[in-house]
């Protein structure tokens, strides 16, 4: 009997935490005064559509049914799945003195992706991206997927992304406020004319030995660096 009652007592308290933990991923993210970055990953519930036929309607009324699941273990990474996956989160803005900012997929791969604001009074904004599209498409020219968002102060705003890809579903999605993206895309354009600079240091240095000794070696390793960086 003791042990039917811990048992019973372990598996109450087991379904509390999820019953909590589920609680917490349904919960409306707020932007607060000072925040300029966050990660969407805690706050995002999703839909995996296997046909990838269902609509935008189809999908806010399953997500008003409760009908989407929170991430397992805050990790928007699926491997390779077909169908799409639609990504839903409720946000709020509190910060009245950055109402726009922007949504980026830091993974670069997928095909393509829609972003829909629906907003209180009903009306729905659309943007598309991905790989699939023109670069010259994207709201800034940036290797990973971005789109603007118009967050008014106060005002919650459903956000629904659906993607659909052939490569492997991985949706890590981040809200930057326009100063916080363009310090993060400086330093990666820095490390990455750290590379290109290595790289070209070695083509120059290697054709000056080829141009010198006339070995075939350093003509090849030419080819080589200069596929580094291609690729």
Known sequence: MEHFRRSLILALASYLLLASGWAQAQGVMELEAGTSQVSLSTHLQYFHDSDGDADLATVVRRARQQRFLPLPSDNAAFGFQTGAFWF????VNRRADEQRWL???EYALSDRLDVYLRYADGHVVHQAGGDHLAFAERSIRYRHPNFWLELPVGE???????VRSQSS??????LFTPTAFTEKSRDAQLGIGLYYGILLALFIYNLVLWLTLRDAS??????????FGLV
């Open 156 to 162: 919650p705003v459903d956000l629904f992304v659906r």
């Open 169 to 174: 579903m991985q949706v890590p999605l981040t």
């Open 103 to 105: 949504l980026v997929q």
């Open 218 to 227: 350093y003509f090849w390793y030419l080819f080589h660096v200069t596929a």
């Open 88 to 91: 839903h989160a409720d946000l």
